[in-house]
């Protein structure tokens, strides 16, 4: 059974082994099969037959629930997943669309546009709108506008803040559906398709070509 010095626990860690001071568990086993409530003798017993370790999941359950796992593997896989969430979090920009009040239909398509490409690419978009002189006593204009924003780019994304007044403005964020990793690996997956059925076109009008040729020599 793996051991963790005390030097190690952090106060969000988990109780494992020994530390797990309860009379009865609810034991959920290494490959996640339901067990039952068990004793927490037994349930420490099972996990030291295993060579694991006993590790508490949901600490407020009645009784606790407990997995038999490889608590060093768990921790690194966790930590892996925290450090890529953070990258993809660094590497999202937040792109700005601005309206005003008063916008043509035009405009607002071509706005729109530009916000789902940056979605799309993984980026939150800050949408603002800019008020004129007596505009900024009608807010729930501003607001208007900006909920049939948020509803024409639900495809590509959700509202993380709500429309506020900053200033002389309206500010909404809407952040992407897909993280920048995803964004990207989906625009490769369409971009090898495309190149793909391009092969494909081009090797198929050739071979008709050729067939054509063949059959005005015969």
């Known amino acids: 059974m793996a051991e963790t010095t005390s030097k190690e ?25 339901q067990i039952g409530v068990v ?5 420490l017993r099972l996990a030291q037959e295993a060579d694991l ?10 009784p606790p629930v407990v997995k038999i796992m490889d608590y060093g593997k768990f921790k690194y896989e966790a930590a892996q997943k925290a450090k890529e969430a953070r990258r993809n979090q660094a590497n999202t920009i937040l792109k700005e669309v601005r309206f005003r009040l008063k916008i043509e239909a035009h405009d607002y398509t071509t706005k729109l546009k530009r916000a789902e490409g940056f979605l799309k690419a993984g980026d939150k978009v800050k949408a603002m709108i800019l008020f004129r002189g007596r505009e900024q006593s009608r807010p729930e204009q501003g607001v208007r506008l900006l909920r049939k924003f948020a509803e024409d780019v639900a495809e590509f994304g959700t509202v993380e803040s ?3 007044i900053d200033g002389r403005n309206m500010v909404m964020v809407v952040a992407p559906l897909k993280n920048k990793s995803e964004a990207k690996a989906e625009q490769n997956a369409v971009r090898t398709a495309n ?10 009008t050739g071979a008709a ?3 054509s040729t063949d059959e005005t020599a015969a």
């Open 53 to 62: 370790d006993l590790v508490e999941v949901a600490p407020n359950s009645k």
């Open 209 to 211: 070509s050729a067939e």
């Open 9 to 33: 626990l952090r106060i969000s860690d988990p109780r494992t082994n020994e530390r797990i001071r309860v009379p009865e568990v609810r034991l959920v086993g290494p490959a996640g099969e």
């Open 195 to 204: 190149k793909q059925a391009a092969r494909e076109a081009k090797s198929s």
């Open 39 to 43: 004793r927490i003798e037994a349930a």
């Open 162 to 164: 709500n429309p506020t």
